[in-house]
């Protein structure tokens, strides 16, 4: 029912530019704040940024700060994120993420994840 949508990853050179967008259903998109999350080859899954459910309020991890974008459109429930000068450090499975889901009154609350999209960066 639920479901999250990741799509825009691929092989880019460093300093290269990618957007990432995460397109949502099954929910009340604009009610929720949404995360992104990433997993290098061989690491921990790790939190990359955040968006308010209005989208004013935005946060980074000090890694990828200045360098990515979260934004989103509420009319297409679609979340983004935009990576400029990117490093070869960025390479890793990208997660679109959303947690506390309500579905129903009184319903129990529930964390979804997308697929992920593969995202490279080499020379």
């Known amino acids: 029912q639920v479901q999250l949508a990741e799509s825009g990853g691929g092989l880019v050179q460093p300093g290269g530019s990618l957007r990432l967008s995460c397109t949502a259903t099954g929910f009340s998109f604009n009610n929720y704040f949404m995360y992104w999350y990433r997993q290098p080859p061989g690491k921990k899954r790790e939190f990359v940024g955040s968006?308010?459910?209005?989208?004013?309020?935005?946060s980074y991890v000090e890694s990828v700060e200045g360098r990515f974008t979260i934004s989103r459109d509420n009319t297409i429930k679609t979340v983004y994120l935009q990576m400029n000068s990117l490093k070869p450090e960025d390479t890793a499975v990208y997660y679109c993420?959303?947690?506390?889901?309500?579905?129903?009154?009184?319903?129990?609350?529930?964390?979804?994840w997308g697929r992920g999209t593969e995202v490279t960066v080499s020379s």
């Open positions: 968006i308010s459910a209005s989208g004013d309020g935005r």
């Open positions: 993420h959303v947690r506390d889901v309500r579905l129903a009154p009184n319903g129990e609350r529930q964390d979804y």
